[in-house]
């Protein structure tokens, strides 16, 4: 049985609030409700937030990373070490890896995997602009840092496939990160030695 709302503007807020990734109903209520209880200011400003992240948030020119300038703050650090590129699928896996404190390199973010179960290809990702960094002649190396999984592992064999034709190494992070594992939920000490101890793509695909 549907629930029954004494008023409209609460029955669309909680249906607004419940569109959101894990949050139900019965939270999307209680959510509201508290936001009811808050002073005007509160709410205001909390919606304000969402409103500016929506409007003015900006994706680095150079690596997708999200940012509020054109060019992210680890592409614009000069003590970056630009000829090593980790590549990653979302921005949730270079805030997991800056966390480590392992990595002095920069980052570029695909902007998810391949997963034709999902409708995603390998043009709906940033690779093109990977192979144009590479192109340029400045990077040395790539990691692959994306899940252990068949969707990561599919698209790093495809990233490997177009970077071939190019003098560049390529590596993948070590298998300090179980098989099956994302790359956002590992530890920070796994996840650095993963980076630290990562080998070469090559020798993974060996059999």
Do not use: W
Request: net charge negative; glycine share 8%.
């Amino acid at each position: 049985m549907n629930q029954k709302y004494p008023s409209v503007l609460l029955e669309n807020a909680v249906n607004e609030l419940s569109s959101l990734p894990g949050v139900g109903r019965k939270t999307a209520l209680r959510l509201a409700l508290y936001m009811l209880r808050r002073d005007a200011g509160y709410t205001e400003g909390f919606a304000a937030a969402l409103v500016a992240l929506r409007r003015d948030v900006k994706y680095c020119k150079v690596c997708h990373n999200i940012c509020d300038e054109d060019i992210c703050s680890i592409c614009a650090d000069p003590q970056r070490d630009r000829s090593t590129v980790c590549v990653v699928e979302n921005i949730k896996e270079v805030m997991a890896i800056e966390n480590t404190g392992q990595f002095r390199g920069v980052y570029h973010v695909l902007g998810g995997i391949i997963s034709p179960m999902d409708g995603i290809g390998p043009g709906d990702l940033q690779i093109d602009s990977l192979v144009q960094r590479v192109a340029d002649g400045e990077v040395g190396e790539v990691v692959l840092a994306l899940s252990t999984t068949m969707e990561g592992d599919t698209t790093n064999f495809f990233i490997y496939r177009k970077l071939s034709p190019y003098d560049v190494k390529i590596s993948v992070i070590a298998r300090g990160v179980s098989i099956g594992d994302e790359i956002e939920y590992a530890d920070e000490i796994t996840l650095g030695r993963s980076i630290v101890n990562r080998t070469s793509f090559n020798d993974s695909i060996k059999i």
